[in-house]
T-cell receptor, first 109, second 118 residues
Framework: GQSLEQPSEVTAVEGAIVQINCTYQ??????LSWYQQHDGGAPTFLSY????GLEETGRFSSFLSRSDSYGYLLLQELQMKDSASYFC??????????FGTGTQLKVEL | SAVISQKPSRDICQRGTSLTIQCQVD?????MFWYRQQPGQSLTLIAT?????????ESGFVIDKFPISRPNLTFSTLTVSNMSPEDSSIYLC???????????????FGPGTRLTVT
């Protein structure tokens, strides 16, 4: 089966940098995706890592280490609008996605 | 990108009744996915809806409880049958957006249907 573990909650101040971790156990691994979900909203795609290393997209970066079964999402220059839930996810057979446990990020002034 | 709409956006239902949720996509897609998100929890895949064949259900979900229709390549419905308070959740439909090889790593999601069962 698949399991992806994340911290349940992270709190940081506006302007800071925060890292959201994801450790996974999967039968077959093809890459790691990240999604953002605001309260009452739909999940939206942020990034995908198929290979080890860092992928940067503006203020957001995502990292993957296949040997450690570990990845993280890095958010820089935090803004209040970044307060949301963040999910890692792995693609599987049948084009399915399995989502991690989710991390609620609270950005404070 | 695909635009996905869902109806209803929210509903309050009595236990023992059934609710059918509609999902409409603005382009033709092979697979549509139905997820459940219980309050404060992650997304759990219920089933994959394939046009022209039976839906494929994940472990813990059965057709009698969550019957799915997929009459064409742009539309699907999910019915939550014989509801109980434990069915109170957000129900989301999604479609695959981008692929790496044969694996879809990005999905577009509908806005969700917020269901409360009393």
């Amino acid at each position: 089966g698949q399991s992806l573990e994340q911290p349940s909650e992270v709190t940081a101040v506006e302007g800071a940098i925060v890292q959201i971790n994801c450790t996974y156990q999967t039968s077959g691994f093809y890459g790691l995706s990240w999604y953002q979900q605001h309260d009452g909203g739909a999940p939206t795609f942020l990034s995908y890592n198929a290979l080890d290393g860092l992928e940067e997209t503006g203020r957001f970066s995502s990292f993957l280490s296949r040997s450690d079964s570990y990845g993280y999402l890095l958010l820089q220059e935090l803004q209040m609008k970044d307060s949301a839930s963040y999910f890692c996810a792995v693609p599987g057979g049948g084009n399915k996605l399995t989502f991690g446990t989710g991390t609620q990020l609270k950005v404070e002034l | 990108s695909a635009v996905i709409s869902q109806k209803p956006s929210r509903d309050i239902c009595q236990r023992g009744t059934s609710l059918t949720i509609q999902c409409q996509v603005d382009s033709q897609v092979t697979m549509m996915f139905w997820y459940r998100q219980q309050p404060g929890q992650s997304l759990t895949l219920i089933a994959t809806a394939n046009q022209g064949s039976e839906a494929t259900y994940e472990s813990g979900f059965v057709i009698d409880k969550f019957p799915i229709s997929r009459p064409n390549l742009t539309f699907s419905t999910l019915t939550v049958s014989n509801m109980s308070p434990e069915d109170s959740s957000i129900y989301l439909c999604s479609v695959s957006a981008r692929f790496s090889g044969e694996r879809s790593y990005e999905q577009y999601f509908g806005p969700g249907t917020r269901l409360t069962v009393t």
